[in-house]
């Protein structure tokens, strides 16, 4: 109990690290949704901004693959957290500092329309150095926009 | 000489489209450089904005995964353009229209450090319908930042 | 009715095609298992000509590649299919002959251990000229060993 | 030079464990050259268990991808050696035998028509656990086939 209270505690300050200080995370406008601790997703609105295709208004692709990254790297974390039982904060917030990715792959599926965008990953494996995620972009008409694979450093 | 007269008027027309008109581009801060007209590079300097890593201040990974994209991008419609001998301006410009990522692969290599940083591609396959390139970013001291690999929709 | 028949008739014709003419798919040992006409399997048994790691007598990552590319290739040609409904027979056997596989992208998350495996596929995407699809391999204990996506042209 | 001696007599048991106790590598009849010790290529010879075109008689894909996930496997762990100067024999084995393949990618550029083929491999990066490849495959005509990516597990 405590320990599942110690860890939304450090999540939370990870999160805000994430949203507060990550430059490039507030130009896309991502913000973290964490209701289910173990699947935290992103959302983010579609603005002029982030536009590619001007004639047709879409996400410009490297927003999609901004998106992907961030929540294949968050996903890994979890996961590299869920083997950390008993470790200390300090050690938790010492993993995510060492989060990497080291290779991704993107497939483009649809174009980017919509009004609003989620972004989510799950794990494939997590090993002590190495962790694998899928990640998925949906719109807000729960469209399947893009799909991802990540490789993450976690060691 | 006549043709690759028109040839560099479509570049300049296409590469006007492609700073001014593609929004994301803009808060990129990329900048087109054709010098060489069938190696186009992509330049753009560190800026806060770009950071993803606060405490080292790197590039966010998917800046730099939005640059190789759109070289690759690039790169292929160039080799496109190489297999149109005759055709007209017209068919040109929508055969840029019709462009699109249908996946992509990048390594991050190295930490995205740096004043500016330059993005360049090549040609793998150009086929009718798909085109393969070859993508790479280096900073301003020509350390190899990121690679990447490209599959693109030319059809 | 007469439709699905001839489907039928034209898959069973293809798989022969493909297991008794694709003489790489012999030695691996592939055996496709239609018995969901949308959702083809693929399965071979452990055998020692497929050995990768001598020491521990894993499947060879060539073996697990191969056979993720086989499936994904096959789903891909089915999404195509369904496509096609009017079409006639031998436009439907064009289609098969003029697919092929652009990228692929395999991630081995466990060792290839087991006495038999199944490879399975979904498609992401499918478009005229290309489809996506995703592919998994599990072993007889229905351990998850390798994922991929593929890129094929099935134009 | 010593050392150099020691390290050509290591590649060279390490190399003929690779032709003689790795079964699969036997069946695609992959043989190494070493020539340049810091770049080994993969020869191997068209031969009718190959195909996977049985019209065209192109190489299957799956030959592909497994002739460059072998020499992007070998070319990491030469870069791994290169960077254990002192380290004694057994530890290099011991790294030898813990390489593993995390992910790869591969892009077939043009049907594997030839009589014979090369393999070979460039270091992108080397780390203490992750290493990154390029790799390339040719025919005889030395036309480009295909190309490929690869993560190596190498700590």
């Known amino acids: 109990m405590k320990s599942a209270q110690n860890s939304e505690k450090l999540l939370q300050s990870i ?24 699947h935290p997703t992103l959302k983010f609105d579609m603005r002029d901004e982030l536009i590619g295709n001007f004639i ?50 993107i497939d483009y599926l649809r174009p980017g329309k919509g009004n609003s965008f989620v972004a989510s990953g799950s794990v494939l494996r997590t090993g ?17 926009i893009a799909v991802g694979t990540g490789t993450y450093l976690v060691g």
């Not at 590299?80 to 008993?86: D, I, T, Y």
């Not at 990640?135 to 399947?144: A, G, R, S, T």
């Open 15 to 38: 999160f805000s690290i994430f949203s507060e200080k990550i430059p490039f995370n507030r130009v896309l406008g991502l913000r973290l949704d964490f209701t289910d601790i173990n």
């Open 56 to 105: 047709h208004g879409n996400l410009h692709g490297g927003v999609i693959s901004s998106a992907l990254d961030v929540i294949g790297g968050l996903t890994a974390f979890i996961g590299a957290l869920n083997k950390m039982e008993g470790k200390s904060e300090l050690e938790k917030v010492e993993k995510f500092s060492r989060l990497g990715t080291i290779d991704l792959r």
């Open 128 to 144: 002590n150095k190495v962790a694998v995620t899928r990640m998925e972009l949906h719109n807000d008409n729960n469209l399947l």
